[in-house]
């Protein structure tokens, strides 16, 4: 059977994360979590003290510094899941903080924390046999993937999502906080000048705000299936079914 790339963007808080591992287990390949990356990137700004008091970043010092950043992911032996390491460290937990998440979204602009997400994103999908989650990934990281999904959710279901996450784990949360921090998320997202949030052409949309998981996840499913009979029909596909190679 052909292995393809599968890359599921959208919202924050939209479950990206919880269905590209479920689709991931399923189907037997491999997990990324794109956006651990840039929270883990996120937390060695803020232990460092890299931001200024208005919240914004000391660029010029943390492009300095990456090169001591290093993040990748381990598999969990109970959970057969990757989490994420920072510098050797593991903080699956202290990246899905709050203050991280009001944190991310400037780090995640910066054009040369981008750029070296990117490539070590891309190295990993270089076997193919991948489900990586993000909000550029099928713009910007694998804009030839074979099968591309654009998730999609309200803001206030979003929100209640998340304040139930970080309330499951015994962590502090407020639903008013989270919502707000959701909204401008998705703005700072969507208008950001380096690979900004946006649905590519052949994504198919998946609204998931009334959706179950197991509806959600049966549909993923038909569309992986039906994405590996048409990459088996074309190989490879800008040879056989008329499309121009990709640069």
């Known amino acids: 059977m052909s292995k393809i790339i599968i890359a599921i963007d959208g919202h924050s808080s939209c479950g990206k994360s919880t269905m590209a591992k479920a689709l991931a287990q399923q189907v037997g390949y491999i997990y990324v979590d ?19 008091a208005d919240g ?37 937990d202290e990246i899905r903080t709050l203050e991280v998440s009001q944190h991310v979204s400037p780090i995640a602009a910066l054009p040369f924390v981008r750029e070296a997400m990117t490539a070590a994103q891309q190295a990993m999908g270089e076997e193919k046999g991948i489900v990586m989650d993000g909000r550029d990934i099928g713009t910007a990281v694998f804009p ?4 591309k999904i654009f998730v999609t959710a309200s803001a206030e279901v979003r929100a209640q999502r998340r304040f139930d996450e970080l309330q499951a784990k015994g962590l502090p949360a407020s639903y008013e906080d989270i919502l707000k921090n959701v909204q401008e998320r998705d703005y700072i997202d969507s208008h950001r000048a380096v690979s900004p949030l946006r649905q590519a052409e052949d994504a198919l949309v998946l609204d998931n705000s009334h959706l179950t998981r197991e509806e959600q996840n049966q549909w993923l499913l038909q569309q992986f299936d039906t994405a590996v009979r048409n990459a088996q029909k074309c190989p490879p596909l800008w040879r056989s079914c008329g499309f121009s190679h990709p640069r």
Do not use: I
């Open 144 to 147: 030839h993937a074979e099968l």
């Open 56 to 92: 914004s970043v000391q660029a010029e010092a943390l492009q300095a510094r990456m090169p001591e950043v290093k993040v990748h992911f381990k598999l969990d032996s109970a959970t057969n899941l990757p989490v994420t390491y920072l510098n050797e460290e593991r903080v699956e």
């Open 34 to 52: 794109s956006g651990a990356m840039y929270r883990a990137v996120t937390l060695f700004a803020l232990r460092e003290q890299l931001f200024n």
